[in-house]
């Protein structure tokens, strides 16, 4: 696959380390980095004296301490939450309590679809399942703050209740995982659908906001073109999956083999649940067959 996606793995932030990368937009970044993590979480704290927190990050009572470091002096009124994945959600409490502050967020962690019989849910270690926002919020709801303004917007995909928060007064997006700079994230069934994943891509493709804060890595610039990147590399991707079936590959291992180059061994499970996000889709617009629901060891075909 080229990289057709115009990436930027340039993170000048080091963990602990609070910068500005423009008014009333604080970041740090937590020190768990990981293939799936890249250089580690990255919490924002927006507005200044009566602040919100966007992703207090995981359970990490060294990088919750320099989050109340960094916010020293100064009243912590809201945090929102993004999703529920253990690298974003269980610093909330320590956060909580320090500060009292509301918990906002699109709900608790919750499958995108039922298990099918015998399945095994995948990655629930990923999962922050204690999660438990004090306020729920809908699509398009607006908070205000002392000095800021945030829209939820929901982005389901990556997660089921995965949200991201548009900062008015400043014109950009804290987007979490759904588009990062720096990679595409995981999608992986049951949690992750690829249907609703390429939907909220199509959602942000229609927003103008140029700049976009993600959970992991750089800014996101020239947000809108880098969206549309995003959607042609989804494309591509089913593309080849398709074509890798008309050429008689059947299984999600030999797909994986076929269609990534390079891949890092510690990613190679990652990739399988990617393919099987992207058949359960195909199977569910009945472009692709397989016996029963679409599942990892399934063996599939074109047509429906
Ligand atoms: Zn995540």
Redesign the pocket.
Known sequence: MPEDIPYDRNLELLPGRVDEPMPGVRRLLCNNPSPFTFKGTVSYIVGRGKVAIVDPGPDDPAHSAALLDAVRGETVTHIFVT?T?R??SPGVPAIKQATGAWVLAEGPHRAARPLHVGEPPRLDAANDTDFKPDRVLADGEVVSGSGWTIEAVTTPG??ANHMAFAFKEGNVVFSG?HVMAWST?VVAPPDGSMGDYMASLQKLAKRDEPTYFPGHGPAVRNAPRFVAAYILHRKAREASIVNRLAKGESDIPALVAAIYSNLDPRLVKAAGMSVLAHLEDLVARGAVATDGPASIAGRYRLGA
């Open positions: 999703h994945h690298d974003h990556h997660t995982d994230p």
